[in-house]
């Protein structure tokens, strides 16, 4: 299992960008799904893009062509690269490893859009 610890979310007007990261610890890192979920204020976690260990991405709707989801395996780096940010793209943002049936989340960052 790994632990994750994500950093880099804070206060960001409209248009602007901010880089989340993910470190992770513990073994066979290459081996895991990594991805990034938000849950906005008053709704439910929803799953923003995910990355898997060749490098095939896959992003929600509301953030493809703004948001860009990278990993490094041999430094156990995942990370969020968010342009254009909206006002609805506020949420505590979750770092997350998936293998097989079993998932860990880190602590989330906060990433608050507005003026």
């Known amino acids: 299992q790994v632990q994750l610890v994500e950093s880099g979310g804070g206060l960001v007007q409209p248009g602007g960008s901010l880089r989340l990261s993910c470190a992770a610890s513990?073994?066979?890192?290459?081996?895991?799904?990594m991805g990034w979920y938000r849950q906005p204020p008053g709704k439910q976690r929803e799953l923003v893009a995910t990355?898997?260990?060749?490098?095939?991405?896959t992003y929600a709707d509301s953030v493809k062509g703004r948001f860009t989801i990278t990993r490094d395996n041999t430094k156990k780096m995942v990370y969020l690269q968010m342009n254009s940010l909206k006002p609805e793209d506020t949420a505590v943002y979750y770092c997350?490893?998936?293998?097989?049936?079993?998932?860990?989340w880190g602590q989330g960052t906060q990433v608050t859009v507005s003026s």
């Open positions: 990355v898997v260990s060749g490098g095939t991405t």
């Open positions: 513990g073994t066979l890192f290459s081996f895991y799904v």
């Open positions: 997350n490893a998936r293998r097989g049936g079993a998932a860990s």
